[in-house]
């Protein structure tokens, strides 16, 4: 859908900022979200035993627990087919408008969603 190069420059930075969380832990997913005041939160998924999240919940987790006032846009790079609706939400209880772009390991977009796409 979209190279990274043609992104806004501030999208293009949520989406390298979860390729390098991916890369760093070897984990499935890496997210990134940019609250309304420009501040940056990556996170990985996490998985153990006792706590399960996705990348992009876990990025929400972190902008909220850090007093972020709200979302401006999140980004998750994965090699799925499709955020799951968890972790969609988790982004429009903060925002529901802010765009969830999803790209492969390439960083490349391949989907945008908007709270109006979510299923």
């Known amino acids: 859908m979209s190279d ?7 999208d293009a930075k949520i989406v390298t900022l979860a390729r390098s969380a991916r890369a760093r832990t070897g984990a499935d997913e890496g997210a990134a979200v940019r609250d309304t005041d420009g501040r940056t939160y990556a996170a990985a ?21 850090s007093g972020a006032p709200g979302l401006e846009a999140a980004a998750v790079v994965t090699d799925a087919g499709m955020i799951d609706a968890g972790s ?14 999803r790209a492969d390991a390439s960083g490349a977009v391949v989907q945008i969603h908007t709270s109006e796409t979510a299923s």
């Open 4 to 10: 990274p190069g043609d992104l806004d420059p501030e």
């Open 45 to 65: 998924s996490v998985a153990l035993p006792s706590l399960q999240l996705t990348a992009l919940q876990a990025a929400v987790a972190a902008a909220v627990s």
């Open 88 to 101: 969609l939400n988790a982004v429009y209880d903060l925002a529901p408008a802010a765009p969830v772009l």
